[in-house]
């Protein structure tokens, strides 16, 4: 069944699921930000402006290159490779190794939280013009109890 045809209780549902989902995914992505970068806070922020700026089809194609980190190539703030967390440096690198793919499953699940957002806003309008439609038709017509 389209999506517009869902009524609004059950597009709901889905949105209040995608919603958990999202909040999921960002909780993985900032704490792979705060495994890999010593100050994984601004990372964080750094990620949040490198999106805004370049997109994310860009952030994800900068976070997979081999020579980013430790050949200087690029530097985004805190997103720089004398700023990887100093504690292990292999756990940093593993972090960092998931975080392309975690960036791509948080923007999917964002852009599906926004598409259920819209139709379940569709949902509840045109369930609404119904409603106003259907009371319309009751003024409208003759009681046949009355007439009788």
Avoid at 76 to 82: A, H, L, N, P, V
């Amino acid at each position: 069944m389209p999506a517009n045809t869902l009524s609004s209780s059950h597009l709901e549902k889905a949105l209040e699921v995608a919603r958990a989902e999202r909040e999921i995914a960002t909780a993985r992505l900032c704490r792979l930000y705060r495994d890999a970068f010593e100050d994984g806070d601004r990372a964080i922020r750094t990620h949040g402006k490198l999106i805004a700026e370049r997109g994310v089809d860009a952030t994800i194609r900068i976070l997979e290159q081999d020579d980013g980190l430790f050949g200087r190539s690029w530097h985004f703030g805190w997103m720089r490779g004398g700023m990887l967390a100093q504690g292990n440096r292999e756990e940093a690198l593993a972090s960092l190794r998931e975080l392309p793919e975690a960036v791509r499953e948080h923007h999917s699940l964002f852009v599906r939280e926004k598409d259920l957002e819209r139709a379940y806003e569709a949902a509840r309008e045109r369930e609404g013009r119904q409603h106003i439609r259907a009371a319309k038709l009751e003024r409208l017509e003759p009681d046949r109890e009355r007439d009788r």
